[in-house]
């Protein structure tokens, strides 16, 4: 839901001249003094610097003390991250999904504060009213390890804040991730949000000047596998690098809903800039049913509430790296069983970085996947592209995945490492080394025809129809076609096909490709996808009914 916009008066500075900044509702009313020790300093945040990579002695990892499986991959996230033993800290905490507020205060929250204290990773200021803020914050991450709660349950308004008359205020449920970036300050009101200093910045957590907040990252999964799986693949692809494809599915549902098909269409257009073969799905479903998703790196999409389409074929498999994210309100509200909600299904599908909320956050808290992208483009962390795409704190809000995850460190391609990924390897060359878009055209056409690449051919096929030339991507869908040998590669091409008619309004022409595919490909899974298709565009007659006596 996108929510409206309200001014919010900030003092900023101790004469109480006041400055008002743009915020949406829900927002937190404090009284002054408290307001400025959390909001003051986000107006002098820098808009732009290099990312300056967290150094292990400023992550600290939690983990389930009550169990063993627990601290073993904390052990091993931080054996593999160089993170000191000295800043693992085992907690003893029920294992559950959502837990009560009572017991994030005294199981999870103040022995993490009073850890800090104690190993001083922080020190606490205190106002006249009794209020803490941190400040020569040491530690700027936080690793929560698979074991700990993921969200805290709803609970009756305190009696001091009944009177309020501030929106949401009986919202007061959230995510244990995001409720800790803001642990060492007391008494803030637990309902609605608070303004994250950080958000449309670009700011590194080892030099963020906000130090009362630390970023929150989460290793978490339906299995401890998955959560090997995702350290490991994180510190590969850091080396390699993430080549592969980009696959993005807009919702066009329109009006205040158009705000997260912005967020994809920019993406699109970073993802183009940045040479990697990109296909969107711009039709009001999401990708149909198996549809044949290969060499999946990224996935951006929306609107269903359980996992679908693609991931729904058990040879679906993402990239080594990958990073996945479907815009749903409960799309992490628990990361046990795969087939519920989304968070958990991409990992469970390979993808080694995602984004979720465990309860409904509203279209305007939620993170906006087009900063997410651009800041990992730049090469910051996981966690900080996912601090600086979300506005609020306090609120329902994750990020799975090692949060120092960097991938795309590595994205310069060595001429003498071309065998693996060598399509991928081809393209982002091309880019570099024909900066003119005519003449780099012409000679990745050489390049797809010398190598018989059907990758190159249906990138170029797909970047030509997003400039509007039909009839040019046309021919290249078809050539790729014949070049690629793997049945659901050159059913995907046939769907390109399909999806031009489409947009053409040329419903019966897609329907015919449809048809022909359906014999051709009756024998692979991906088949379902062209059913889901014929199903949409030729809906089979309504059955008969009988007529009354």
Same mark, same amino acid.
């Given at each position: 839901m996108n929510l409206p916009g309200r001014k919010l008066i900030v003092p900023y500075h101790r004469k109480f001249l006041w400055h008002t900044m743009d915020w949406p509702l829900p927002f937190r009313i404090m009284n002054r003094r408290r307001l400025f020790l959390l909001t003051s300093l986000s107006l002098c945040l820098p808009i732009f610097s290099k990312p300056t990579p967290l150094v292990p002695n400023q992550v600290v990892v939690v983990y389930n003390s009550t169990l063993p499986e627990s601290k073993a991959l904390a052990e091993f996230y931080a054996l593999n991250r160089l993170i000191p033993t000295s800043n693992l800290i085992g907690l003893e905490v029920p294992e559950k999904t959502t837990i009560d507020r009572l017991t994030y205060e005294k199981a999870i929250r103040q022995p993490l504060v009073k850890k800090f204290m104690e190993n001083q990773w922080w020190e606490l200021s205190k106002d006249q009213n009794g209020t803490s803020v941190p400040f020569k914050t040491k530690i700027r991450c936080i690793a929560l390890i698979k074991g700990i709660p993921l969200r805290i349950s709803r609970e009756a308004v305190p009696k001091d804040e009944e009177s309020s008359t501030r929106q949401f205020k009986k919202q007061n449920e959230a995510s244990i991730d995001s409720e800790l970036s803001l642990m060492g300050v007391s008494n803030h009101p637990i309902g609605g949000v608070i303004p994250n200093p950080c958000y449309n910045k670009e700011i590194s957590a080892a030099t963020n000047p906000a130090e009362f907040m630390v970023m929150?990252?989460?290793?978490?999964?339906?299995?401890?596998?998955?959560?090997?799986?995702?350290? !490991?693949?994180?510190?590969?692809?850091?080396?390699?690098?993430?080549?592969?494809?980009?696959? !993005?599915?807009?919702?066009?549902?329109?009006?205040?809903?158009?705000?997260?098909?912005?967020?994809?269409?920019?993406?699109?257009?970073?993802?183009?800039?940045?040479?990697?073969?990109?296909?969107?799905?711009?039709?009001?479903?999401? $990708?149909?049913?198996? %549809?044949?998703?290969?060499? +999946? &790196?990224?996935? $951006?999409?929306? %609107?269903?509430?359980?996992?679908?389409?693609?991931?729904?074929?058990?040879?679906?498999?993402?990239?080594?790296? /990958?990073?996945? &994210?479907?815009?749903?309100? $409960?799309?992490?509200?628990?990361?046990?069983?795969? /087939?519920?909600?989304?968070?958990?299904? *991409?990992?469970?599908?390979? &993808? +080694?970085a995602t984004l979720g909320n465990v309860w409904e956050p509203y279209l305007g808290f939620t993170h906006r996947f087009d900063i997410f992208y651009d800041r990992l483009l730049k090469n910051y962390s996981l966690v900080e592209a996912a601090y600086m795409s979300i506005n609020v704190l306090s609120w329902q809000n994750i990020v799975i995945g090692d949060p120092l995850y960097r991938p795309f460190k590595t994205t310069t391609v060595r001429t003498n490492a071309m065998v693996k990924d060598r399509d991928y390897k081809l393209i982002?060359?091309?880019?570099?080394? $024909?900066?003119?878009?005519?003449?780099?055209?012409?000679?990745?056409?050489?390049?797809?025809?010398?190598?018989?690449?059907?990758?190159?051919?249906?990138?170029?096929?797909?970047?030509?129809?997003?400039?509007?030339?039909?009839?040019?991507?046309?021919?290249?869908?078809?050539?790729?076609?014949? !070049?690629?040998?793997?049945? /659901?590669?050159? *059913?995907?091409?046939?769907?390109?096909?399909?999806? !031009?008619?489409?947009?053409?309004? =040329?419903?019966?022409? +897609?329907?015919?490709?449809?048809?022909?595919?359906?014999?051709?490909?009756?024998?692979?899974?991906?088949? =379902?996808?062209?059913?889901?298709?014929?199903?949409?565009?030729?809906?089979?007659?309504?059955?008969?009914?009988?007529? =009354?006596?």
């Open positions: 929150v990252g989460r290793i978490d999964a339906n299995t401890y596998d998955h959560c090997n799986r995702m350290i !490991l693949d994180a510190l590969d692809v850091e080396k390699e690098g993430l080549w592969g494809m980009t696959y !993005l599915d807009l919702w066009t549902r329109g009006g205040s809903y158009k705000l997260g098909d912005d967020w994809i269409e920019n993406i699109t257009k970073a993802s183009i800039n940045s040479a990697t073969p990109t296909i969107v799905d711009r039709m009001k479903n999401t $990708f149909v049913t198996n %549809y044949p998703m290969r060499d +999946a &790196a990224v996935y $951006f999409g929306w %609107y269903t509430q359980h996992r679908n389409g693609p991931f729904l074929n058990d040879q679906m498999q993402f990239k080594k790296g /990958a990073i996945a &994210a479907h815009l749903h309100s $409960f799309s992490g509200a628990q990361l046990l069983n795969p /087939a519920k909600n989304w968070s958990v299904g *991409l990992i469970d599908r390979g &993808a +080694a982002r060359y091309a880019q570099s080394r $024909f900066p003119d878009p005519e003449i780099r055209l012409a000679e990745l056409l050489k390049a797809a025809e010398r190598t018989k690449s059907g990758t190159v051919y249906e990138m170029v096929a797909f970047h030509t129809l997003e400039g509007g030339n039909n009839e040019q991507a046309a021919k290249g869908f078809r050539r790729a076609k014949e !070049l690629f040998t793997d049945s /659901a590669d050159k *059913l995907r091409q046939d769907l390109h096909l399909v999806e !031009l008619e489409r947009r053409r309004d =040329k419903i019966p022409d +897609a329907i015919k490709i449809l048809k022909q595919a359906k014999k051709v490909y009756k024998d692979i899974p991906e088949v =379902k996808a062209v059913e889901g298709l014929l199903t949409i565009l030729d809906p089979p007659s309504p059955p008969l009914t009988k007529p =009354k006596n």
